[in-house]
């Protein structure tokens, strides 16, 4: 029995099942090479078996009444911002047409002096709405905080606050699973096989079901997984931060920001949305993409939680 196979422990020992030979072989490969200690590389999959696991609960998991309400909160406080949004998008658009107009004659100077300046009045008005948003962004944050951290006390009580992943980069379990990808263990080959961990499958099917992948991939585990993942799905399946976080509603806050302020003068395309609507402007429709999936149980804001959380029940 290999120094791997002996230090084998936890949540890392039951997931080790459901990787493939290659990934076994890889992983035993950086102890018996000195890379990784038998211990670092255990806590290393404690990690990734623990994220699986929440993952799985933040997605599969019914809502309490308090997160559905959350979750309704933020789809009216989306709507509010969202039509503020796009009233700016159709000044917009309405004083491209006008200039394009002009450029081909159908509109005289003096005509054109005139509606310039009324679609400009019209941006400002709508830009003015736009700037008094901060406060229902704010509550959108809350709201998700709220139900990021309504789920981690759930997860606990039922498997043990143990098993609750952590992002903390200090934690020897981060550390250790930081130096795994380092030496090109790259997860995302290997994620059906924590995925069928945290689903509680049969580890031999896990391991057929994952060889065609390690199969395709690189000795050092550097292809990519079959449906990269977009920035939206990328900060759904992160780690959300402990519960006691103070930063936890200002990085949902930021998130939200950063998705509804993504219009520019140029029409272009939100990196949360990957197709623009004809009836929406691209930031709403990224807020609404996040605002989807926190109705439906996803951890769509893993970068964000609320540092003390308050049902939307009361007020």
């Known amino acids: 029995m290999g120094k791997l196979a002996k230090a084998l422990k936890g949540p890392a020992a039951d997931a080790f099942q459901y990787l493939d030979p290659k990934a076994r072989g890889m992983l035993e490969g950086l102890v018996t090479s ?103 962004l704010e509550e959108m944050g809350q709201s998700m905080g709220f139900v990021i951290s309504s789920r981690r006390d759930r997860y606990a009580d039922q498997q043990g606050a143990d098993q609750l992943p952590t992002d903390d980069t200090q934690s020897k379990e981060f550390k250790a699973y930081d130096k795994l990808t380092s030496m090109g263990f790259d997860a995302s080959v290997y994620q059906s096989a924590f995925t069928r961990y945290a689903a509680g499958a049969e580890p031999a099917a896990s391991a057929k079901a994952t060889s065609q992948a390690a199969h395709n991939s690189a000795p050092q585990a550097t292809s990519q997984p079959d449906a990269p993942p977009t920035p ?84």
Not at 90 to 112: E, W
Not at 291 to 298: I, M, Y
């Open 34 to 136: 000195g890379k990784m200690s038998a211990d670092e590389v255990v806590d290393g999959l404690n990690h990734l078996a623990k994220t699986a696991g929440f993952d799985r609960f933040m997605t599969q998991s019914p809502a309490t009444a308090g997160e559905a309400q959350a979750g309704q909160k933020m789809a009216d406080l989306s709507r509010q911002v969202g039509e503020r949004g796009q009233a700016g998008d159709r000044a917009l658009a309405a004083m491209s047409a006008l200039d394009q107009a002009h450029g081909k004659g159908q509109v005289s100077d003096a005509d054109y002096a005139v509606q310039v300046r009324q679609a400009g009045k019209a941006f400002e008005a709508s830009q003015a709405k736009y700037a008094d948003s901060g406060n229902a």
């Open 232 to 315: 939206a799905t990328a900060a759904a399946t992160a780690e959300p931060r402990p519960a006691a976080d103070r930063s936890n509603a200002a990085a949902a806050l930021s998130m939200l920001q950063s998705a509804l302020t993504a219009r520019s003068a140029s029409q272009q395309a939100s990196p949360f949305n990957s197709s623009e609507s004809a009836d929406a402007g691209s930031a709403t429709g990224a807020a609404e993409s996040m605002l989807q999936a926190l109705k439906t149980g996803t951890n769509t804001a893993a970068a964000s939680q609320k540092a003390a959380p308050r049902d939307p029940q009361d007020g």
